[in-house]
């Protein structure tokens, strides 16, 4: 009797470690959870980070368009479910600052960078 328990107790850390090891293994790069909120076609920003605070989506149907005076200089986050450009407008006329957007994109944490100056969202840059 005491080989049967000792090899099932073998078995049952066996399967542990098994288990483990294909939960470790699922990819790190997973999309955000947000991601069911934005549609298909969409780039959707937020104010805050980790898709919080007041959010707007854009389409590259709708052509060039100011962000909302809540998201202007002010976008925390975005997922991009369509290329796009972000645009931030410098105080030298017919000047701007550009980055490409593409489909899949996303940033959890924006604002420090270049989602501190957007200004408007277009089709192209």
């Known amino acids: ?3 049967t328990t000792h090899g099932m107790r073998i078995a049952t850390v066996t399967g ?6 294909v939960a470790c293994a699922a990819p790190a790069t997973a999309a955000p959870e947000p991601a069911a909120r934005a ?12 898709y919080t605070g007041a959010s707007w989506c854009w389409n590259p149907g709708n052509g060039y368009v100011d962000v909302p005076p809540a998201l ?6 975005f ?13 030298v006329p017919d000047n ?4 490409v957007v593409r489909d899949g994109d ?8 270049f989602g501190g100056k957007i200004d408007a969202v277009a089709p192209t840059c």
């Open 1 to 3: 009797m005491r080989s």
């Open 16 to 21: 542990a470690i098994a288990l483990t090891i």
């Open 39 to 50: 549609a298909a076609g969409d780039i959707c920003l937020w104010s805050g980070r980790d």
């Open 72 to 77: 202007h200089d002010n976008v925390g986050s």
């Open 79 to 91: 997922i991009a479910h369509a290329n796009g450009c972000f645009i931030n407008w410098i105080h």
């Open 96 to 99: 701007k600052e550009t980055r």
């Open 106 to 113: 996303y940033r959890r944490v924006y604002k420090n960078d």
